[in-house]
């Protein structure tokens, strides 16, 4: 695969010329316990005009080589993967986020992410036409990219890849080492140019999210959303303010691993802790402090007839504003992430686990949101 750099921008893979398709898929209910769930069950991004179903799926894992996958992906993941993106739809989740630095020789991986999503789309669409799958990316604040016109530039690189002509929401991936109100001036031409829907950044503090507000509230345009590593046993964003000042105002908070990448599901046990990277974040030792809170998240869910991902997952999404986009690798996953929907924890539940949660030393997060 060739890395491409030129004056104006640079891009992370070459690329062919898009087809002309349409993003955006047709809902079920997704569960039945006590909430009504139907196609109409959607929620606004933020002061936008987006509307997106109340979960999403992380597409990190798919094509990736480097984080995931065991170091190896190949044609059973590459099916394992569009299983899941069709058992997402099937089962009325439909908002998908990706990134430009996904399986990107960048990142050492295989092939990316969203050229797998516009694949999947694509070939989903010639048997289903008329289905609405919602779209978010991600601008990479690369130390090279030193301007507004980076931002249009790589956006019409991920759009090639996607296979799309615009995407429904577009975020900067984290803070940049420099050019940051250059990165925000560019969001804003992305949307004034018809490329978006939405607008959001990922991993940004309490002071750079509202920095990034105001500079786009001049130009009339809302910031949708921040995303943000948060889980049951990580909420830095409680603690720091960036979910305070998210409620305050109007913006979105989008949870990534919001099941600490598989340690809040019950798979792993001090016995059997995940391998690779996650490995050392999730140590035998955490697993151990954290099984008192694993047995009481699959008693709850015994009560609903709920597993504990999805537990978790409805934790989240209690909080309010909130928007949890777990990864899913498989059709299996999709399925039971979706199985989070159309029910609801009570408030003591979810104080409960709140209370039971704060016992345990927090997992370690990316440490980009501190910069």
Same mark, same amino acid.
Not at 275 to 280: E, P
């Given at each position: ?97 990706? &990134? =430009? ?12 992410? =969203? ?16 289905? =609405? ?126 099941? &600490? ?56 999404? &209690? ?53």
């Amino acid at each position: 695969m060739a890395m491409n750099v030129s004056s104006a921008c640079f891009s992370v893979l070459s690329y062919k010329k898009p087809n002309r398709i349409r993003a955006v898929a047709s809902e079920k209910s997704a569960g039945a316990v006590t909430l009504k769930t139907d196609k109409e069950d959607k929620v606004k991004l933020g002061g936008s005009e987006l509307k997106v179903t109340r979960l999403g799926i992380g597409a990190w894992s798919w094509g990736d080589t480097s984080y995931w996958n065991n170091f190896q992906w190949d044609d059973k993941k590459l099916k394992a993967a569009k299983a899941a993106f069709c058992a997402s739809v099937d089962s009325g989740v439909t908002f998908f986020d990706t &990134a =430009e630095v996904y399986g990107s020789p960048l990142a050492l991986g295989d092939v990316t992410s =969203e050229t797998l999503l516009g694949r999947f789309i694509k070939e989903r669409e010639r048997n289903n036409p008329g289905e =609405e799958v919602a779209v978010a990316t991600k601008f990479a604040a690369l130390p090279w990219r030193l301007s507004r016109q980076s931002v249009l530039c790589a956006l019409k690189d991920s759009l090639n890849r996607l296979g799309l002509s615009s995407v429904d929401l577009y975020q900067l991936h984290w803070p940049g080492i420099w050019g940051n109100e250059g990165y925000i001036d560019g969001l804003g031409d992305s949307v004034e140019k018809g490329l978006v829907k939405a607008v959001g950044v990922s991993n940004y503090n309490e002071g750079r999210l509202r920095d990034a507000y105001e500079r786009l509230k001049k130009r009339g345009i809302p910031l949708a959303s921040n995303q943000v590593n948060y889980s049951l046993i990580y909420r830095a964003p409680e603690q720091n303010g960036v979910k305070a000042a998210c409620d305050e105002l109007g913006i979105t908070l989008i949870a990534y691993c919001p099941i &600490a990448q598989g340690a809040l599901t019950g798979k792993y046990t001090p016995k059997n802790p995940p391998s690779g990277l996650r490995g050392r974040i999730y140590t035998p030792e955490f697993l151990t402090k954290l099984q008192p809170l694993l047995n009481r998240i699959k008693e709850i869910g015994g009560n609903y007839g709920k597993t504990q991902t999805q537990v978790v997952l409805n934790w989240l999404i &209690a909080q309010e504003n909130v928007v949890p986009i777990p990864g899913a690798k498989n059709a299996e996953q999709a399925e039971e992430f979706a199985g989070a929907l159309g029910w609801r924890l009570s408030n003591e539940e979810v104080e409960e686990l709140r209370s039971l949660a704060s016992e345990i030393s927090p997992a370690i997060g990316f440490p980009v949101e501190n910069l």
